[in-house]
């Protein structure tokens, strides 16, 4: 029998076990093709100005991906490694040298690897397919694209996978050279050390977790911390201090507050609490470092699928806060189809500029009969009246922060007149491009005041998102200086639609690669301690707890070793969001509530699979 | 009186069709409450099927198996579990203490798994830590103890339910000569005090000089039963030996 036909055996006879490990290989090779298929593709690069971007885009997150690959793959290799310890030490005991062996399992890895590697690439190529489809819905394009298989996208993947799989066979060797035949005779652990929990660490760990959130959460432009750290150092020193936070919380404080729960005699004293509790306190300091990665990979991914989920959600209201109308430009009136026409004015309007304390712009002066119309029929229904003197300030940009408030001030003109600011709305009746700042004033201080009169079209359609092809008629009609004056809600919210659609696209994916990564991360690693702990299953069966009771135990514990990352994550993400809504001025509660729904949702299918397996595992040993 | 253990016609059969194997057959006897009954027999005649089988850990074959009022061979999964859990003590070779547990909380399970109040979980343990001498150790992990201490502890978590029936499997098998005596010393004075009722299997005849009664078992039929009776435990441990020496396999073990 040579090697490779035992290697060759070996894997037809324990197929169910190599199962596992060939599905996380052919996962990421899916994952990693399909990504690289998308950045090689000639249909998205054909796709106008956004596709320089997304390449840049995707360049970028594949280098993400890749670092991420290599270190799941390892992971997984090296649980499966550890699975492998006691049939490595059998051969060694039988008399195989160990140079045998290494070759042994190298020609196994290489039969896996091939397999995977075809298996991964054909999957990948049909998921890329749909990908696309998604990617361009996304962005907005009504084009289906074609796909041709990017030879490209092969070399690519087969070159860097060949790379991770000697490299994981080199894993592999480590561990044979450096296995002892006696650890075989001590496979039983001399009891792993109860751990003790230190004060000063739960302590710290706590006080870094709530400063970084306080930081996070503290108004950038007035906090003395952000002026300490500057606006650049500030994110890295929360990022910084959460992630040694978040290791000592799991280090330190859950030991803390296993450790009063196992002496609350009163709760833990019940059923099979006391088995649970001991068991997650026997396993969490090893498991620390583990569940740091996974509760800030987590937070990564809800922070970053979250924020720009809600940009997506976002953009069309920010191209209407910007755009009122429809369309919107300066000079005369064109021909175009008439067809979804809400409204079609022509309005009279006065060019300003304006000096005062701070700065001088380019105002925009509107009657006040203009503006109850305008704003009768952009469905507002706010009729203004305006004192002689007075004037209404309409800035769509208004954010509180940059912004200076002129309510209750005196507005300069150049010609020496001045207005008394009434009221400041946030809300526009014209387009903030071309129109600006809007001062209004009543008609008879509007035909007083001088200053360039100017001719001003406002178009408001129905279905206006749609209204693309209207609105390039529009713009071909106008002679070039007007076309700059030219603003078009179909036109922005495409152009918004191609960037933000793009990053959603990237981000969703990575954020579910970095999801089904941390979850098989934790499946395996319960799994693993579920065949260690098979034994102590099995004699809580001897001594009478019924399958039913030890289900419920192993869910429990399962669930804390699957939620304390994942809520530790969300909150951290929820901070990160706070600051991140904070910068962009928007509110993104919604989609961000709506995307750790989504997140927890898919973990929970995760949690589903692992206790089954777990459970399964330990109903074996008795 | 009514026996508490009755076992009648018990066989056990492994395999199908041709290749059958059997480890039990025909296996009839009584156990009275407050007895202290060993079960010995050379290596393969059974004994550990025989255990497993009346501490509901395996299901016989054929048979009945009555434990106080309850017949066990009609009882489902569950049920056997629940029925283990409030009538059965166990006590094996290799201790089976859960390591992630100190030498209190191993003693406490049955009880937290029964739902008794923790104030009484609390005095039984004490009482019964004292009866065993372990309660300077309480407090312990597993990994910190010897051997004989581990029995300790886990014959103190068998015991700790007050079982209607309590079974060892080779209980000193794994300890030394002084401790093996010191735990069949607490074991014997358990019985008599408490008149608790305990059936080991052991293939030591020194072991088995401290019960009153020993079955017998060769190629899983019962083959020999003796009684103690007024016997000292020397003179019994002699008989036992002669026993022994006459139905073959065994006294290598003694020696």
């Known amino acids: 029998m040579t090697l490779f036909s035992l290697a060759r055996k070996n894997i037809q006879r324990n197929l169910s076990n190599y199962f596992l490990y060939i599905a996380s290989m052919v996962f990421s090779i899916v994952i990693y093709f399909t990504f690289v298929t998308l950045k090689y593709n000639d249909d998205l690069s054909a796709l106008k100005q956004s596709s320089q971007q997304i390449k840049g885009l995707m360049s970028a997150s594949s280098v993400v991906l890749l670092f991420f690959i290599v270190i799941f793959m390892a992971y997984s290799n090296s649980f499966f490694m550890k699975k492998r310890k006691k049939e490595v030490a059998l051969y060694s005991l039988l008399g195989v040298r160990k140079q045998k062996i290494g070759l042994m399992l190298f020609f196994e890895n290489l039969v896996i690897g091939l397999v995977s590697l075809i298996l991964g690439i054909v999957l990948g190529f049909f998921m890329s397919q749909g990908l696309l489809m998604i990617l361009v819905r996304l962005m907005g394009y009504e084009i289906v694209g074609s796909l041709t298989f990017s030879v490209e996208a092969l070399v690519n993947t087969t070159g860097i996978f060949t790379l991770l799989f000697l490299f994981t066979s080199l894993q592999g060797y480590r561990v044979i050279y450096q296995f002892k035949l006696i650890d075989l005779f001590h496979a039983e652990k001399q009891g792993e050390h109860i751990p003790r929990a230190s004060l000063v660490a739960a302590v710290l760990g706590t006080a870094l977790i709530a400063f970084g959130y306080y930081t996070a959460a503290s108004d950038m432009f007035t906090s003395e911390i952000w002026r300490f750290f500057t606006v650049l150092g500030t994110p890295l020193m929360v990022i910084g201090v959460t992630i040694a936070g978040t290791y000592l919380l799991f280090h330190s404080v859950s030991v803390f507050v296993l450790t009063a729960l196992k002496r609350a005699t009163s709760w833990s004293w019940k059923g099979l609490n006391l088995i649970g509790v001991s068991q997650l306190l026997y396993r969490i300091r090893a498991n620390a470092k583990s569940l740091s990665i996974i509760a800030i990979l987590s937070a990564t991914t809800i922070t970053a699928g979250g924020g720009v989920f809600g940009m997506y959600y976002n953009a069309e209201a920010t191209v209407r806060q910007m755009l009122p109308n429809t369309f919107m430009w300066k000079g005369e009136t064109v021909e175009f189809s008439q067809q979804d026409v809400l409204y079609n004015e022509a309005l009279s309007v006065k060019n300003l500029r304006v000096d005062n304390e701070f700065s001088f712009f380019e105002y925009t002066l509107l009657k006040e009969s203009d503006y109850n119309r305008l704003a009768k029929l952009q469905g507002k229904d706010e009729e203004l009246h305006i004192a002689d003197g007075s004037t209404v300030l309409l800035d769509a940009a208004y954010d509180e922060r940059f912004s200076h408030d002129f309510t209750g001030e005196n507005f300069k003109l150049q010609n020496g007149d001045s207005f008394h600011v009434e009221k400041m709305y946030t809300e526009s009746v014209l387009n903030f491009i071309a129109a600006g700042t809007v001062l209004v004033v009543n008609d008879q201080e509007f035909s007083t005041t001088d200053a360039e009169v100017m001719k001003m079209q406002v178009v408001g359609l129905d279905n206006d998102l749609k209204q693309q092809d209207v609105s390039k008629d529009i713009y071909k009609q106008l002679p070039s200086e007007q076309q700059e004056t030219f603003s078009s809600v179909p036109q922005s919210y495409e152009d918004s639609l191609a960037t933000v659609g793009a990053l959603l696209f990237v981000g969703s994916f990575l954020g579910l690669v970095f999801l089904a990564a941390t979850g098989s991360i934790i499946y395996f690693k319960i799994l693993t301690e579920a065949e260690e702990d098979q034994a102590k299953y099995a004699i809580l069966n001897k001594i009478g707890v019924n399958s039913k009771q030890i289900l419920k135990t192993v869910a429990g514990q399962v669930a804390v070793i699957f939620s304390a990352p994942l809520i530790v994550g969300i909150v951290h993400s929820a901070f990160a969001l706070l600051a991140f809504s904070q910068l962009f001025g928007m509110n993104i509660t919604k989609p961000v509530i709506l995307w750790m729904v989504a997140y927890s949702a898919i973990y929970f299918v995760y949690y589903i699979f692992t206790v089954r397996s777990f459970y399964k595992i330990v109903r074996q040993g008795n | ?255």
């Open chain 2, 1 to 255: 009186m009514t026996p508490l253990l009755k076992v009648q016609n018990v066989g056990k059969t492994y395999g199908k069709g041709a290749n059958t194997f059997t480890a039990l057959s025909n296996i009839s006897f009584e156990v009275k409450k407050g007895e202290f009954v060993g079960v010995m027999g050379p290596s393969g005649a059974g004994k550990s099927t025989l255990l497993n089988v009346l501490a509901t850990i395996d299901t016989p074959t054929t048979g009945e198996i009555i434990i106080g009022d309850t017949n066990l061979a009609r009882m489902k999964d569950a049920e056997l579990a629940d029925f283990r859990r409030d009538n059965l003590g166990f006590i094996f070779q290799d201790y089976n203490l859960l390591d992630s547990l100190t030498v209190r909380e191993n003693i406490v399970l049955p009880l937290a798994i029964a739902k008794m109040p923790t104030k009484a979980i609390s005095a039984r343990v004490d009482r019964i830590a004292s009866l065993f001498g372990i309660n300077d150790l309480l407090d312990k992990y597993p990994y910190q103890i010897s051997g004989g201490q581990k029995q300790r502890t886990a014959s103190s978590r068998a015991l700790v339910t007050e079982p209607k029936l309590i079974f060892a499997d080779e209980p000193t098998g794994a300890l030394d000569s002084k401790s093996a005596t010191d735990l069949l010393e607490s074991l014997s004075d358990l019985n008599q005090s408490q008149a608790s009722t305990i059936m080991m299997v052991t293939h030591d005849a020194f072991a088995a000089s401290f019960c009153q009664r020993i079955l017998f078992i060769q190629d899983g039929q019962l083959s020999k039963e003796i009684q103690r009776g007024t016997l000292t435990r020397k003179q019994f441990f002699q008989e036992i030996l002669q026993v022994l020496s006459s139905i073959g396999g065994g006294v290598n073990d003694v020696i």
